[in-house]
């Protein structure tokens, strides 16, 4: 692949005058006035303290550092209302969505809501995976009360808070103490055709207890090409010893918008390993933020994004190295044809504490049309002086000399470009520790380039 400069940036008009804030607060007040106070006080006070800081801040604008490249005035100038329908949803459709594995755990839920009909399999011992609207509404919510909205608090940004205030359902999640989950967990979120103009507001907490082991899928999928607005928080707290393989997987209607933000805090001897693979969604952004604040504590952040015609995908990443002796990973590889856009943002900071810290960014881009765009800006803020940090990125086009060889064997131009795009993305795939899911995605994106 060839390297090149990123391409100038040219910015867009991105006035929110058209912001629907005020329908988000319509919809709160309706929520409240129709809720009874059926929900813990502590939780009361908490949405409406973010929903205040919602209504300040309102939706970022490019005007925003992190925003710089991404506008949401798709997002801001539609008034998407709370989704509401139960939705129409079998387990075939379900199985659609889960590469085959039967015998992991799901946690199915349907515009927003639990559906435990959809849901089940069989948990080991030390494990257990609930809704967060059920825990509120009839379990025992001081867990909540000490860790909901505490890393990925409100102020941290206005659809964070947005989430806060909306938040009624999503995965609790809890591995204790030296348990393991053998299988995965797979959480996943369907929207349904039915769906357009709705919002949901996802909202996770996974739990890795001190030496647990565990694996969470979070899938978000879509029933038809409706347009609707998801906002998905996930919070994670990854303890001493502890190992969380965490995935998400955005793979939504061309028609919907898509923000997730995942937070995690790790503890020292930790291990925290990330994927995601973004290619639906009309407009998506993903924001994964790690906190590296125990000693040798590590991470591993890759990921791929595949977008087509004048789709817009966004990766924010950043990794907090706090403690000595701790190493970071990350690659992400992105192919875009079309009109598409890109954006990826990596950021390594390294405190003064952190002495010894070992990281290493890296994110490959491939234009596969003249008018696909990327902006790629990788960072680090290094206040440490011995120290192993790298990084760097790449924006080309498919090599012309492997394009030659397998056209010299006969390979045709169409068949040879296929090829090397799947083998693009198959460097970064291959990385994935969970077999099962890499095969499956393997053969998605061998089939989208094949096909």
């Known amino acids: 692949m060839t390297e090149v400069l990123t391409a100038p940036v040219e910015l867009q008009a991105d006035e929110n005058s058209g912001s629907s804030v005020p329908a988000y607060r319509a919809d709160f007040d309706a929520l409240h006035a129709n809720s009874g106070g059926s929900e813990p006080s502590w939780l009361t006070i908490l949405r409406e303290s973010a929903m205040g800081e919602f209504e300040t801040t309102g939706f970022p604008t490019m005007r925003d550092e992190d925003w710089h490249f991404t506008s949401v005035a798709p997002i801001a100038s539609r008034k998407f209302h ?35 009909g959809l849901s089940g399999q069989t948990l080991p011992e030390g494990v ?26 409100p102020p941290s940004g206005a659809l964070t808070a947005l989430n806060t205030a909306f938040a009624y359902d999503g995965a609790v999640i809890r591995v204790r103490a030296d348990a393991v989950a053998t299988t995965p967990i797979h959480l996943i979120f369907i929207t349904t055709a039915g769906a357009t103009g709705g919002a949901t507001h996802p909202h996770n907490l996974l739990f890795a207890e001190r030496h647990s082991s565990a694996t969470v899928i979070e899938s978000y999928v879509s029933l038809g090409d409706s347009e609707y607005f998801t906002n998905a928080v996930t919070e994670a707290y990854v303890a001493d010893g502890a190992r969380l393989n965490h995935y998400k997987l955005q ?12 937070q995690v ?28 604040d125990g000693n040798a504590a590590e991470c591993v952040l890759n990921g791929l994004y595949m977008v087509n015609g004048t789709q817009h995908v966004d990766h924010q990443t950043s990794i907090e190295h706090v403690a000595p002796n701790c190493p970071s990973h990350e690659l992400y590889k992105g192919i875009l044809d079309g009109r598409s856009h890109g954006v990826f943002n990596g950021k390594v900071y390294v405190h003064p504490e952190a ?82 899911l890499r095969l499956a995605l393997e053969r998605q994106v061998l089939a989208r380039f094949t096909a």
Not at 132 to 149: K, M
Not at 271 to 291: M, P, V
């Open 128 to 153: 257990t995976a609930e809704s967060l609207g059920d825990l509120l509404r009839d379990g025992d919510s001081a867990i909540l009360e000490r860790h909901f909205a505490k890393i990925a608090a």
């Open 251 to 262: 793979l939504e209607s061309e028609s919907a918008f898509h923000v997730g933000t995942i």
């Open 355 to 436: 002495q010894k810290t070992d990281g290493k960014q890296s994110n490959n881009n491939l234009l596969l049309s003249e008018h696909a765009r990327i902006d790629t800006k990788p960072q680090l803020e290094i206040f440490a002086d011995d120290v192993k940090c790298t990084h760097g990125a790449t924006v080309g086009r498919l090599d012309e000399t492997a394009m030659f060889y397998l056209r010299s064997r006969g390979i045709g131009v169409a068949q040879a470009r296929r090829l090397l795009t799947y083998a693009f993305a198959a460097d970064v795939l291959e990385k994935m520790e969970l077999e099962p």
């Open 265 to 292: 805090h790790q503890a020292a001897n930790s291990r925290y390993e990330s994927f995601s693979l973004a290619t639906g969604a009309a407009l998506s952004r993903t924001n994964i933020y790690t906190k590296l």
């Open 82 to 116: 709370l989704a509401v329908s139960a939705g129409e949803v079998s387990v075939v459709d379900v199985e659609g969505f889960s590469f085959g594995q039967t015998d992991w755990h799901n946690l199915v839920f349907v515009n927003g809501r639990f559906r435990a």
